[in-house]
């Protein structure tokens, strides 16, 4: 270390000495706390509340593709189509996190 | 007892006691990396900040396909939430100032020399904020936190003589900062 350096060096250690600071000791319970109440599985309330607003946006919208002249085919194929494609892709990557883990 | 990517796969399956066995284990350098990123005027935003990894951890471990450690993954997202955590804060009224605490460590001898000292800390700590964020990360865990080159370099995900280069690049820099205001390192 050349003697510019062996300066700014023994400054560092002196200007940044402090007390190193910790976790909280209850740090682990607390985070536990919060992922196990992000993944539980929807109560039956929030998912009656889901399936309706679902049920209603896709009657909305069925509705209004209707008004503008759409067939129910192409309708259909409009909002059931995405819906297929994440489900689709879903089942796809778990599928392939299976196979990974066993192969 | 199980390594990394066992308990991995054991929390991408749903066993949360394997999911608790990676946070107790990787909890205390997300925490260090991330108050070392933070400086030591926000700690408990550096605490926030290493919960809201683990969240996005566990929200994410299905995708975690091992191609890299997961300590490196983890490591990797602790550097990019509290580099964007520093920007929202910057602005921010510190919880304390950085040369308060240093002065309520090291008792001076008399009062002009304490406000001497006080000036040069409070314009070095001045110039390491100017520094690119991986120096600032590199020269607390090294001057502050007490990590060796090596921990630095696991856990900024760099070889180990990258963090000698840090280290050395921005000694020169804060030297060269701290001579135009005025101040010698001696």
Known sequence: MDPRDAGIDSLLRRSLAAPVPSLSPDFDQRLMREVRRGSQPLDRYGRILLAGYGLISALTCGVVMRSRGLDWGAITVTIIGPLALIAAARWTRRRTHTTMKHG | MDNDSQLVAGAQSGDQQAFAELVRRHSAPVFRLAVSILGREFIPEAEDVAQEVFLKVHHAIESFRGE????????????????????????????????????????????????????????????????????????????????????????????????????????????????????SCD
Not at chain 2, 106 to 122: C, I
Not at chain 2, 138 to 160: H, Q
């Open chain 2, 68 to 183: 890299a450690e997961f300590s490196s993954w983890i490591y990797r997202i602790t550097f990019n939430q509290a580099v964007n955590l520093k920007a929202r804060v910057r602005f921010r009224s510190p919880h304390a100032d950085e040369t308060v605490l240093y002065r309520a460590m090291t008792p001076e001898p008399g009062p002009e020399r304490q406000a001497e000292t006080a000036q040069r800390d409070e314009a070095l700590a001045e110039c390491i904020r100017t520094l690119p964020e991986v120096y600032q990360s590199a020269l607390r865990l090294y001057y502050w936190l007490g990590a060796g080159v090596s921990e630095v370099a696991v856990l900024l995900g760099v070889p180990e003589n990258t963090v000698k280069s840090y280290l050395h690049r921005a000694r020169q820099l804060l030297h060269g900062m701290l001579k135009e205001k005025g101040y």
